[in-house]
C-alpha cells in the first residue's frame, strides 16, 4: 500500500541522497543498497550517525515538524530509493493507526540505541566501552543468523 505511492530513484555509491537545509518533507526508504546518514563538522570530519540497509527509512523527522534537514544521506553504494511525499504518508497513516504503530517501534529501537551510547561514552572507560561494543557487534550478528 505504502510502495504504491512512492517513486523509486537510483543512486550511485558516493551520490548525495539530501543534504542539510534541504526543504522537504519526504520518507526515504531504502529499496536496496545501503546509504549513511552522516553529519559534517565545519573542519570536514564526517560523523557516521547511522547505516542504513534494505527497509530501512529516513527523513521522517521533517514529516511533523517542518524542520529541514539537518543532515546528509549519502548511497555507501549503488541503492534504490522509494521516495513517498509527506502528504501521502499522513494520508496513509491516518487511514491505517498500524503504520503509525511501526513509526513509535522504530523510534523507540533508536531511542534505545542512543541511550546505550550515552551509558557507554558517560559511565564507561575506553577499555569497558571497547568491550560492550565487541559483545553488542557480536550480539547483533549472532541475532542476524
Not at 541503492?79 to 523507540?108: H, M, Q, R, T, W
Not at 557507554?120 to 577499555?127: L, N, P, Q, R
Amino acid at each position: 500500500m505504502i510502495m504504491s505511492k512512492a517513486v523509486s530513484k537510483s543512486y550511485l555509491k558516493g551520490e548525495t541522497i539530501f543534504s542539510p537545509l534541504d526543504s522537504t518533507s519526504n520518507l526515504w526508504v531504502v529499496n536496496n543498497g545501503k546509504v549513511k546518514l552522516i553529519n559534517i563538522s565545519p573542519d570536514g570530519k564526517e560523523q557516521v550517525l547511522r547505516v542504513l540497509k534494505q527497509g530501512d527509512f529516513l527523513g521522517e523527522l521533517s514529516l511533523f515538524n517542518k524542520e529541514k534537514m539537518t543532515s546528509y544521506a549519502v548511497a555507501l553504494e549503488e541503492a534504490k530509493i522509494c521516495i513517498i511525499s509527506g502528504l501521502e504518508i499522513k494520508n496513509i497513516i491516518k487511514n491505517n493507526p498500524d503504520i503509525a504503530i511501526k513509526f513509535l517501534e522504530v523510534y523507540i529501537e533508536r531511542i534505545r540505541e542512543l541511550e546505550n551510547l550515552l551509558e557507554k561514552i558517560g559511565v564507561y572507560d575506553i577499555e569497558q566501552r571497547i568491550s560492550k561494543t565487541i559483545l553488542d557487534i557480536h550480539s547483533d550478528v549472532k541475532s542476524d543468523e
